[in-house]
């Protein structure tokens, strides 16, 4: 039978972390099949007395890259089966119950997502952000996908396993870590990445699946909530050109997707290397009105070329590759 650790990182916020504490506290899952590693750079009397309280454990992390801070979890874990839970994200009371059940019954299955309630920042539910959770394509709350029919893509015209699962299964199924668990070893055997990863670490373990041949379990079950509250990290593009965060969030992107798509998975191009040339070409731009130089290399046109040729021309690759001036 499995073993769950629950790894949660708190970065530079505390506001949200006891309630997101509590509903670990509140599991129907017996607390002997599960435990929690906190992960945060702070001290914080109420949190860290609950966390006493409850016997779990807490590791203090400085690191801003995310992947440092799941590694620095992960070294504390016991757990074969790895859950997460952001800082201000809350699990539902049945959540830890239903991967546990899904995992046993399941030993195929290396990756399993479920949805989540949007929240605003005083909990009261979003509606109107619903159409950014993940979501199956078929008609089906529950899909397994097994890697063999996976491994198919091309027989359906596809150039791209990824692209092929998000068009064709599961909307938005490499977002929200907080809505995924993994086996255990499907991080170790991608440490060597984890430990460059700034962020997408959603996006890291959904490749990191499909590389490794595993079976991926998909539910519109919502057991999690996602909280925005306008200081998210996906909020940053909103923000003015003024604001240094605007330029930071891009380039964190940029590399991200690109260390995904070059040292995760085993064929190139593929999507995430589209991503990273979208995120690199916005960084850019921020970068050029602002009057500001940089050093990241220029776009890769022939990587942009494919990317559009395959059903993945971004809005910005678009203008890229119109632009009479290429930048």
Not at 276 to 281: F, N, V
Request: glycine share 4%; net charge negative.
């Amino acid at each position: 039978m499995p073993f769950i650790s629950v790894i949660v990182t708190a970065y530079r916020r505390r506001q949200y972390l006891y309630n997101a504490l509590l509903s670990l506290k509140a599991q129907t899952l017996p607390r002997d099949k599960y435990e929690v590693v906190v992960v945060k750079d702070f001290e914080d009397p109420q949190v860290d007395g609950l966390i006493k309280e409850m016997g779990w454990r807490s590791v203090h992390s400085d690191e801003e890259y995310q992947g440092r801070m799941y590694l620095n979890g992960l070294k504390e874990a016991d757990g074969d089966i790895i859950a997460f839970l952001d800082d201000d994200d809350t699990y539902a009371p049945n959540k830890l119950e239903y991967v546990y059940n899904v995992f046993s019954q399941n030993p195929d299955v290396g990756y399993l997502q479920h949805s989540f309630t949007p929240v605003g920042p005083d909990g009261t539910p979003r509606p109107c952000l619903a159409r950014e959770a993940p979501r199956n394509l078929v008609p089906q709350s529950e899909l397994k996908l097994t890697w063999e029919e996976i491994s198919r893509y091309k027989d359906y015209g596809a150039q791209d396993p990824i692209l092929f699962v998000l068009n064709n299964y599961r909307l938005f199924a490499d977002k929200n870590s907080t809505t995924i668990a993994v086996r255990r070893e499907l991080l170790e055997r991608h440490k060597d990445v984890l430990a460059e990863l700034p962020i997408a670490f959603d996006s890291f373990l959904f490749a990191s699946a499909l590389v490794d041949r595993s079976s991926l379990y998909f539910s519109d079950l919502s057991l999690s909530s996602w909280r925005f509250h306008g200081s998210n990290f996906s909020t940053w593009y909103m923000l003015p050109d003024g604001d240094r965060h605007k330029a930071v969030a891009p380039y964190l992107y940029y590399m991200a997707y690109g260390l995904i798509g070059r040292k995760v998975l085993n064929y190139y191009p593929n999507y995430y290397v589209c991503l990273s040339e979208k995120h690199k070409l916005a960084y850019l731009g921020i970068n050029r009105r602002l009057g500001l130089s940089v050093s990241s290399p220029s776009p890769d046109v022939d990587t942009i070329e494919w990317c559009c040729a395959n059903g993945m021309c971004f809005s910005e690759l678009m203008v890229y590759l119109l632009s009479s001036v290429k930048q």
